[in-house]
């Protein structure tokens, strides 16, 4: 079955300690997108990779980085610099071009400081 | 510039009750709009669209209409069920294959 798998479920951080976010799609998206979601403040675009080699900061982009060596995957690290990490993240994808473009979510990762 | 307000929650109610979950957007030109719906501890799932004015998305007895003269999508069923209890989140698609989203209205059903 297609679909977006985002890995771990859960993850921990240590102050100071970079961490990465896997996502994987097999949907063949050339879209790809990283939200971040606190309670009671919906989704924050942080950032997202219309095709491969190519990504452009979203909304809330300090502190984390990635990387579109394939198109079927957009790891993000959430580093050091990112002073409140706890959070809910989501990564999506979609199909480019067209009024009916719709986003296809991963599961999430719950990322809590130690 | 472009936003999504949507109703603030939380929202209980009992089952076979009627839901409305409001929704106004702010846009220059006509965007596509959008309900997603996260059930815990997932991802976020696509419950219906609409992509031009008066357009009525529908899905799993919700529906949305697409009103230009007010600009809303409110979100709508006329029996919710338990299973229903989720957060649902109102969108908006905005230039550069971006979306805009609201911040979420949890509804939790009781029997």
């Known amino acids: 079955d297609g679909g977006i798998t985002q890995s771990p479920k859960y993850l921990f951080r240590k102050e100071g300690q970079n961490v990465t976010l896997s996502c994987e799609q097999n949907?063949?998206?050339?879209?790809m997108y990283w939200y971040r979601q606190d309670p009671g403040q919906g989704l924050r675009l942080i950032y997202y990779?219309?095709?491969?080699?190519?990504?452009q900061k979203g909304d809330i982009a300090e502190g984390y980085s990635v990387s579109r060596e394939k198109k079927e995957s957009f790891p993000l690290t959430v580093t050091s610099a990112q002073k409140n990490p706890t959070a809910f993240y989501l990564c999506a994808s979609s199909l480019q071009g067209g009024p009916n473009e719709k986003l296809f979510f991963g599961s999430g990762t719950q990322l809590s400081v130690l | 510039g472009n936003s999504v307000t949507q109703m603030e929650g939380p929202v209980t109610l009992s089952e076979e009750a009627f839901l409305t979950i409001n929704c106004t957007y702010t846009a220059t030109g006509y965007p596509s709009l959008f309900w997603y719906v996260q059930y815990p501890g997932e991802g976020l799932q696509l419950l219906l669209k609409?992509?031009?004015?008066?357009d009525k998305g529908s899905n799993k007895g919700f529906e949305a209409t697409y009103r230009k003269e007010t600009t809303s999508f409110h979100l709508e069923k006329g029996s919710v069920q338990v299973s229903d209890s989720a957060v649902y989140f109102c969108a908006s698609r905005r230039t550069g294959n971006q979306f805009y989203f609201g911040t979420g209205t949890s509804l939790t059903v009781i029997p």
């Open positions: 609409a992509t031009k004015a008066d």
């Open positions: 949907l063949n998206h050339d879209a």
């Open positions: 990779s219309q095709i491969v080699n190519d990504f």
